[in-house]
Structures are given as structure tokens and as C-alpha cells.
């Protein structure tokens, strides 16, 4: 993450809806293929939370990619349900489920944004006293722990 370009937040949004349809499709079309019911919905939960963080690594902020994750999975299931697996709880279902998927989007959402938070801390922008080893800023000239002067 920390090589990783600046990225408009609007398009990592767009990418992990992305992301949570087309996995939430592929999730729900191989649920289909599992004969129990409890079992069905069991295996969903848990992929779609997967699907979801998965989803939500490309955003970079919890709330985003629990919508993001929200409505690609809401997509993605009912989609799958139109064409594979016709109930008469479909909405409730997709709706339902969705929520796996916006939770592990909100997990891993979460995540990002505290790893931006640590390479702002330790990126290039932040150079060390050369005598005590203190944080010191990119302009300073002189270091706020030992008085030093910094002369790089
Ligand atoms: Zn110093």
C-alpha cells in the first residue's frame, strides 16, 4: 500500500463495488450448487464476508467500503438469484447477505486508512536527527530534541 499511487477515492469506490459483484456473483453462483439450505446460506455469509474485504482494500475509508461492498453484493446476489436460484425471499436474502459482504468491506476499509496513516508517518517526508535519531521535519534546521544543528 505504501508504494501504491494516490488514487481518487472515487475510483477505488467504483472499483470495489466492482469487485463485491462480480465476487458476490461468483460466490452466489457456486452457493447454488450446494444442496442444503443452511448450508447454502452458511458458505454465503462467510464468502461474502471474504468477497467484501476483498472489495474493501480498494477503498481507503471504512465507511466507503462498507457501501461499496453493500451495494456490489446486493447487485451481485440478485443478479445470481434472478437467473439461478428463484426464492421468494430474494430481496430479503440479497439484502441480508449484502451485509456480510459491507462488513468485511468496513474491516478491511478500516484497515487501509491506518496504513496510510503509518507510511505518512514513516514515509519519505521525514528524515532523523543525525546525532540523537529524533523525528525531526523535512525544513528544520536544528534538531527540537538535542539542539543540534542539521546541516543535511
Ligand atoms: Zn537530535
Known amino acids: 500500500m505504501a508504494s501504491a ?5 472515487l475510483a477505488g469506490f467504483v472499483l470495489a463495488i466492482l469487485a463485491a459483484t462480480g465476487l458476490s456473483a461468483v460466490v452466489g453462483f457456486a452457493s447454488t450448487l450446494i444442496p442444503y439450505l443452511e448450508f447454502r446460506l452458511f458458505f454465503l455469509g462467510l464468502a461474502l464476508f471474504g468477497a467484501g474485504a476483498f472489495a474493501g482494500r480498494k477503498t481507503c475509508l471504512g465507511i466507503l467500503g ?3 461492498a453493500y451495494l456490489g453484493a446486493f447487485v451481485g446476489l440478485y443478479l445470481i438469484e434472478l437467473l439461478f436460484w428463484t ?3 430474494m430481496e430479503l436474502l440479497a439484502l441480508g447477505l449484502a451485509l456480510a459482504s459491507a462488513l468485511g468491506g468496513l474491516v478491511t476499509g478500516k484497515l487501509g486508512v491506518r496504513q496510510l496513516e503509518r507510511a505518512a508517518q514513516f514515509g519519505p ?7 540523537c535519531g529524533a523525528r525531526v521535519g523535512t525544513s528544520a534546521h536544528k534538531c527540537w530534541s538535542c539542539k543540534a544543528t542539521l546541516t543535511y
Open 66 to 68: 462498507f457501501m461499496a
Open 5 to 9: 499511487p494516490v488514487r481518487n477515492p
Open 87 to 89: 426464492n421468494p425471499w
Open 125 to 131: 517526508g521525514v528524515r532523523r536527527c543525525s546525532s
